[in-house]
C-alpha cells in the first residue's frame, strides 16, 4: 500500500516545551488509524504539522504525495477545537467552507440536507449556529469537514463532548467512510474508543512515538501469551500440565490466569483443558491498548512514568 | 484567487449586507437629517411675538429711540444675512435654518424721571419689562455706562437680549443725535468694505479666492478618507478576533493558507469601505450641487482622493488586522491600539497648520512619513493655492505605496503566528519579533 502520509524526523517546540521529537510515520492508504496517547503527547501539534497549519521547526511532511498545503482540497480535517461562525446559518457555514474546498453547485445543496439528515439533524439548515447545542455545533462541523468528499480525513478527537447516541451515530459514519475506500485518521486519548474501530495504530507520547503498526500486530506482539480459565472448582492445579509454566489467581479471585510456555499452543490447550475439566468460561488473554501503552512506556520510560501515564488515562 | 475571492465575499456579506451596518451607517444618518429636518419647524415655532407693557424710564429722546427701534428692529446680523446667495434664502429648509427678525406687538409706558418705579410689582401689573436709562449716560465722556432692565421671571431669553440689545442702540442713537449726528448715516460711513482677494492661475487667468473652499474643503476629505479606511479597518479588526474566539480560525485554515486568509479579509473590508466611501462621498456631492459648489472641487483632487484612499485603507487595514490576529479578545487589543490611534490622529491635530501652510517644513516632512502620507497629502492637495510640484506628489505615492508593501509584508508574517495563538497578547516589542520570525 502507498503511503498517504510521511512524516520524516520532524520536531516542533514550542518554549521550552518539545511538543514533537523526532517523529517518523508511514501512514498507509486506506486505514482507518487510531492516532493515539495521553493530553499533551502532541497528537494535536502533529495533525496540525500534517495540515500545514503549522510548519515543523525541522524535518518534512508529504500529504497525498506532496505538501498538505497543495491537497487541501482532498482532506478533510475536524480541528479539536470546534469552532463556527455563531451569527451564520447552519447551511451557509458548510457551504462557506464547502467553497473554499473548491465544491460548488446545486448538488452541494442537496449533500448538505442529506448530510444533515445523516447526522439526525433535520431542519436546523436555516437555524443560526449560535442557536444549536454544543453537540449539535460539534456535527455541523463534522459535515463541513467531509461535506468535499475527500480521499484524506483527519479527526482530531472527533468523539469529545458528544454523548453515547451521538458518538455512536458519527462512529458509524467514520465506519462507513473506512468503508468506501477514504483513509482516516482519528485523534483520542481514549484507547478503547479506537481499539473497537481501528485497523491501524499509532501511540506517541510526550512528541515520541511509541507504537506505530496494524492493530492485529499489535495484539500479537503485545501477546501476553496467557489464558483465562474459570473452573467449576477453584481448587485445582493447571500447573501439571506441561503447557503451564504458572498459575495466579485473577483479581476477583474468582478464575485463573495460565501463563503459557513460550512453545505451547492455546487452542489446542483450550480444548484440552474443556475437554477434561468442568469448567465454568475459557478464553486467551488478549491485552488492551491501553496495557500494551502503560507496558511501552515503562518500557521506555521506567515504572514512574507508566503509573503517571495510567493515572492520566484513567482519568481522560 | 477564487478561494481569496470566497473570503472577500464572506467578510463583505457578513459585514455590510447585515442589519446593524444597514442601520448604523444608512438608516441612523437618514433619521439624523429627518430629525433635524423635522426640529427646524419646531424651533421656529418656539419663536413667540414679544407682547405687553413695557415701563420707559428714560429722557425723552431715548424713550423715543427705543419705541421706534423695537417697533422695527432688524435681526442683528441681518447684513451678513442680506448677502446670502438666493439658493439658501430660497430654500425651505435652509430658511427655516436662518436667523428671524424678532416680532412685537408692545404697549409703552413712559415713567417720568423723578417717580420712584416698584420693579417688584412688575409682574403683577403686566410688564414684560422696565428699562432705566439714567441720563448720565448720555453724558460724553461719562463715568458710568451701564443701565438696568428688569425683568419678569419668565421672559425667554431671545427677548431679554432683544431689549437690552435695542435699548443699547437706542443710547448710542441718542447721543449721536444729541451731537449733531444721523446714527444711519454714521453707520454707513463706519461699514468695513468687503475686501476680495484676486488669485493668478496657473493659467494666467485672475479668479477670486475661495476661503470656504480653503478652508472646509481639506478636512472634509480627510474626514472622509479617515472615516472610510477607519470603521472598515475597525471591522477588520473585530471579525479577526471573532474568529479566533470562535475557534473557526483553525477550520479555515484546513482549507486556505493564512496568506488567502488574510488577503480575502483585506479585499472584503475594502469593499465595505468603498461602499462607506460611496454613501458619505455621495452625500458630500448632493450637498456642494444643492449650494452650487460643485465648482470648488477639480477632478486632479478627486483622482489623488481616490490613489489616496487606497493608500489609506491598506494601512490602516494592515494594523487592524496585525492587532486582531494578535489577541483573543476585544479587550485586549485596546493596549496595542492606543499607540496606533495616537499615530493616527496626528493628521487632526496638523490639518489647521498644514492648511495654513501647505508647502512649509511641518506639512512636507510629515507628507513622506507612513502612514500620514495619505492624510497629510490629501490636506496639502486642496488647501494650496498654487498645486503641488508634481514630483512630490509621485514621491508621496511612490513611499506611500512602498510603505503599504512593507505593512502587508510584515502583517503577513504577525498574522501567520498571532491567528493561532491564544492566551496572553503580546506587546509591542514581542509582535516585532514575530516579524523577524514569521
Known sequence: MNAIIEVNNVSKTYGETKAVSELNLSIPSGVLCGFLGPNGAGKSTTIRMMMSIIHPDSGYIQVLGTSALDAKDNIGYLPEERGVYRKMRVGTFIQYIANLKGIRGSQLKRDIDNWLDRVE?????????????????????????????????????????????????????????HQEGKTIIFSTHVLQQAEEICDRIVMIDKGHKVIDDDIAHVHEAHNPNLIQVVPLDLNIDFTSLPEVERQSLTKEEDAYHLKLTADADPVKLIQSIAGSTPIKGIEIVKPTLTEIFINKVAETEGQDAAKATREQLAHA | MRKVLTVAWREFRDTAMTKAFIFGAIIMPVISIGL???????????????????????????????????????????????????????????????????????????????????????????????????????????????????????????????????????????????????????RELLKRPNAIAMRIQEDGNVESDNELARRILPIAFMMLLWTAAFTSGNYLLTTTIEEKSNKVIEVLLSAISPMQLLGGKIIGQAGVSAVILGMYGSAAIIGLLTFALFDIVTISQLVLFIVYFIMGYFM????????????????????????????????????????????????????????????????????????????????????????????????????RIGILMQGKPPNLWQLLLWVKRG
Not at chain 2, 41 to 70: H, K, W
Not at chain 2, 350 to 365: K, Q, R, S, Y
Not at chain 2, 379 to 401: C, F, H, K, Q
Request: with cysteine; proline share 8%; hydrophobic share 45%.
Open chain 1, 121 to 177: 439533524l433535520p431542519g436546523v439548515k436555516k437555524k443560526k449556529c449560535e442557536e444549536l447545542s454544543k453537540g449539535m455545533q460539534q456535527k455541523v462541523q463534522f459535515i463541513a469537514s467531509i461535506i468535499h468528499n475527500p480521499e484524506l480525513i483527519i479527526l482530531d478527537e472527533p468523539f469529545s463532548g458528544l454523548d453515547p447516541l451521538n458518538t455512536q451515530t458519527i462512529g458509524s459514519i467514520i465506519h462507513e467512510l
Open chain 2, 36 to 186: 433635524f429636518v423635522m426640529i427646524i419647524p419646531l424651533l421656529d415655532s418656539e419663536d413667540e411675538p414679544l407682547t405687553g407693557i413695557i415701563a420707559i424710564q428714560a429722557p425723552d429722546d431715548v424713550a423715543d429711540e427705543i419705541e421706534d427701534l423695537l417697533q422695527n428692529a432688524a435681526h442683528p446680523l441681518q447684513e451678513q444675512l442680506n448677502q446670502l446667495p438666493d439658493i439658501v434664502t430660497n430654500d425651505p429648509i435652509a430658511k427655516n435654518m436662518l436667523p428671524q427678525a424678532t416680532e412685537t406687538d408692545l404697549v409703552y409706558k413712559r415713567i417720568p424721571m423723578d417717580v420712584e418705579f416698584d420693579e417688584k410689582t412688575l409682574a403683577e401689573e403686566g410688564y414684560v419689562a422696565f428699562v432705566s436709562v439714567p441720563e448720565t449716560l448720555l453724558t460724553p465722556m461719562s463715568e458710568t455706562n451701564t443701565l438696568e432692565i428688569t425683568v419678569p421671571t419668565n421672559l425667554s431669553v431671545d427677548h431679554t437680549d432683544f431689549l437690552t440689545r435695542n435699548t443699547e442702540t437706542a443710547v448710542v442713537n441718542a447721543r449721536l443725535k444729541r451731537q449733531g449726528h444721523q446714527p444711519d448715516a454714521m
Open chain 2, 316 to 415: 490602516i487595514a494592515t494594523m487592524m488586522v496585525a492587532v486582531g490576529s494578535a489577541v483573543s479578545e476585544l479587550s485586549d487589543a485596546q493596549s496595542l491600539m492606543g499607540p496606533m490611534m495616537l499615530l493616527l490622529m496626528i493628521p487632526f491635530f496638523l490639518w489647521p497648520i498644514i492648511t495654513d501652510h501647505p508647502h512649509g517644513t511641518v506639512a512636507i516632512v510629515s507628507s513622506y512619513i507612513p502612514p500620514l502620507t495619505p492624510f497629510i497629502m490629501i490636506i496639502r492637495t486642496t488647501s494650496a493655492n498654487d498645486p503641488l510640484m508634481l514630483w512630490e506628489i509621485l514621491l508621496s505615492i511612490g513611499v506611500g505605496y512602498l510603505a503599504v508593501l512593507a505593512m502587508v509584508w510584515m502583517t503577513a508574517r504577525i498574522f
